[in-house]
């Protein structure tokens, strides 16, 4: 049971508290060993990402999805942060890659893998942890029936994900039942997610986060504009790639809008989708225009580094712990 100044700490699932606690243990107590197993994972699910877009369109193109995906300010703030956004995406990329590759989730490593991800992702925040299940869901009504998993399947891997995560619950719950409900269910998950909580604006809930997508990286946003078009072609085919990746960015884009309480940070699930849109249906995949895809990337990063004060900037400023 994780605790925070002499009390319970019950109001988030306990894997990032577990995680910094162990690094703590082994490196001492520091910034850089808080911040040690989120940045880890992160840079593991930027392999990933690196992979998936590889087996697209070539290594060109898993470059491509590397790049944006690093120059990215939300991404490159929250992945290297002892926060639970970072951590939550890279367990939310590892399952759509288990996913993505095998549809059917016949093999073990694809079924436990999928399984085992959304299971540390619900130990990481909860509710928002179980995404990845109506993801698998939306996909498989959508894909063709020769690249989508059994019912039985889909059902087996939702029961060994709510499995696997449920243990800390129950135990939760039957020991410290009132604390847990208050805190966990009653101001968490009905107060404050199912409420209706302060807002920092007073903004349209979509206009809300389009706007900050496009001064956090209006390069990604064009990048994957672009793309749109190839993509859609391939997606009326309903090929397993793009219906995957339309689940992924639907579903995400629902929760977003429908969580009542509006924070930029929400975005981060929708970056790596945009990265693997651009760099795996852009037109500037291909042999001949990667290269120099990959030249203006690296500007760019260089250009947002020299202007960290801006919403897109990055920051490597003295003093500043990265």
């Known amino acids: 049971t994780p605790r925070f100044m002499g009390r319970y700490a019950l109001y988030k699932p306990p894997l990032l508290v577990w995680?910094?606690?162990?690094?703590?243990?082994?490196?001492?107590?520091?910034?850089?060993?808080?911040?040690?197993?989120?940045?880890?994972?992160?840079?593991?699910?930027?392999?990933?990402?690196?992979?998936?877009?590889?087996?697209?369109?070539?290594?060109?193109?898993?470059?491509?999805?590397?790049?944006?995906?690093?120059?990215?300010?939300?991404?490159?703030?929250?992945?290297?942060?002892c926060m639970t956004d970072g951590l939550l995406l890279a367990f939310y990329i590892a399952a759509f890659y288990a996913l993505f590759c095998d549809p059917w989730l016949e093999s073990r490593a694809a079924l436990f893998g999928f399984s085992g991800a959304v299971a540390a992702a619900i130990l990481t925040k909860g509710i928002a942890?179980?995404?990845?299940?109506?993801?698998?869901?939306?996909?498989?009504?959508?894909?063709?029936?020769?690249?989508?998993?059994?019912?039985?399947?889909?059902?087996?891997?939702?029961?060994?994900?709510?499995?696997?995560?449920?243990?800390?619950?129950?135990?939760?719950?039957?020991?410290?039942?009132?604390?847990?409900?208050?805190?966990?269910?009653?101001?968490?998950?009905?107060?404050?997610?199912?409420?209706?909580?302060?807002?920092?604006?007073?903004?349209?809930?979509?206009?809300?986060?389009?706007?900050?997508?496009?001064?956090?990286?209006?390069?990604?946003?064009?990048?994957?504009?672009?793309?749109?078009?190839?993509?859609?072609?391939d997606l009326r085919g309903r090929k397993a790639a793009p219906v995957l990746l339309a689940a992924w960015i639907a579903v995400m884009l629902a929760a977003m809008l429908g969580w009542q309480y509006r924070n930029a940070s929400y975005l981060l699930p929708l970056v790596p989708a945009l990265a693997l849109l651009a760099a795996a249906w852009g037109p500037f995949r291909t042999q001949r225009y990667a290269p120099w895809m990959l030249v203006v990337l690296a500007a760019a990063f260089l250009i947002k580094t020299s202007a960290p004060e801006q919403p897109w900037g990055l920051d490597y400023r003295a003093g500043t712990v990265q």
């Open 129 to 233: 942890g179980t995404l990845p299940l109506p993801v698998l869901g939306l996909y498989w009504l959508a894909a063709r029936r020769q690249e989508r998993p059994a019912f039985q399947r889909v059902c087996l891997a939702a029961a060994l994900a709510l499995a696997f995560a449920a243990p800390w619950f129950v135990y939760q719950f039957a020991v410290h039942p009132r604390w847990f409900w208050t805190e966990h269910i009653a101001v968490e998950i009905l107060g404050f997610g199912a409420g209706a909580p302060p807002q920092t604006s007073h903004e349209n809930q979509a206009l809300f986060y389009l706007m900050r997508l496009a001064v956090t990286d209006p390069l990604l946003l064009a990048a994957a504009a672009v793309a749109i078009p190839a993509f859609l072609r």
């Open 19 to 81: 995680a910094a606690a162990v690094s703590s243990k082994l490196l001492g107590v520091s910034r850089l060993s808080l911040r040690l197993p989120i940045a880890i994972l992160s840079a593991l699910a930027l392999g990933l990402l690196f992979l998936w877009a590889g087996e697209l369109a070539g290594w060109q193109a898993g470059a491509v999805a590397g790049a944006l995906l690093l120059s990215n300010h939300l991404w490159h703030t929250l992945a290297a942060l």
